[in-house]
């Protein structure tokens, strides 16, 4: 069955560090890929998407993540968090050609302290 | 901007009892996507609605049913409520209903069932 697997369950960063949270599929066939960010009380919303093109996307407040194919992985990155990064990090994705839900990973917890 | 809109944002019902659920999406957008939250779980897809028609099914018991109505708002039906069905349900909206459209989350309702 396909999945999508998140390594790090809960990260705690201090201010100014660098962060990257990883993501694995499990799909051998072509896939749309998503990282959402869920803000305490808030409902998710969309950080960067993948669809096609260059595997390097960047997305909203500075975040960027890379598509390895060969790795089947969508990791994300962000070279200095900040404090208003605390929040619950979601890597998900479609199934192009295989209906219009969404697969997300179990999620990741950032905490960034100051 | 308009967001998507759920109501109730919270709701306690008993065991056995019913509830149900309003999405109203963005204006525009004709398609719908349900998905339940369990307590420290990852988001699961529940039901897709794409221009009044059910487009997609996913782990939905049988004892929920949803429609998309004329308007393009959506309803979830639970019926025979169980302790387990305690969740933050999600509604997703998009324009369109292929996998290349990003979905809009809406800020959930939360639903305890005792």
């Known amino acids: 069955a396909q999945s999508v697997s998140q390594h790090n369950h809960h990260v705690i960063l201090s201010e100014a560090a660098s962060l990257e949270l990883g993501c694995n599929y499990s799909y051998g066939g072509t896939v749309n890929l998503f990282w959402y960010v869920q803000y305490p009380g808030q409902h998710l919303q969309l950080l960067l998407k993948y669809f096609s093109g260059d595997p390097l996307v960047k997305g909203i407040k500075g975040f960027e993540a890379e598509f390895i194919k060969s790795k089947f992985s969508f990791n994300l990155r962000k070279p200095s968090v900040q404090w208003s990064d605390t929040a619950e990090y979601f890597c998900?994705?479609?199934?192009?050609?295989?209906?219009?839900?969404?697969?997300f990973g179990t999620g990741t917890q950032l905490k960034v302290e100051l | 901007a308009a967001g998507v809109i759920q109501s109730p944002r919270h709701l306690i019902k008993e065991k056995r009892e019913t509830a149900t659920l309003k999405c109203y999406p963005i204006?525009?957008?004709?398609?719908v996507y349900w998905y339940q939250q369990g307590p420290g779980q990852d988001p699961q897809f529940l039901i897709s609605f794409y221009e009044k028609m059910q487009s997609d099914k996913g782990s939905i018991p049988d004892r929920f049913s949803a429609q998309q109505f004329s308007d393009y708002h959506s309803e979830l039906n639970m019926s025979s409520l169980e302790l387990g069905d305690s969740a933050l349900y999600f509604c997703a909206s998009s324009l369109g209903g292929g996998t290349n459209y990003e979905q809009y989350f809406g800020p959930g309702t939360r639903l305890t069932v005792t």
């Open positions: 204006p525009r957008h004709d398609t």
């Open positions: 998900a994705f479609l199934l192009t050609g295989g209906g219009n839900k969404l697969t």
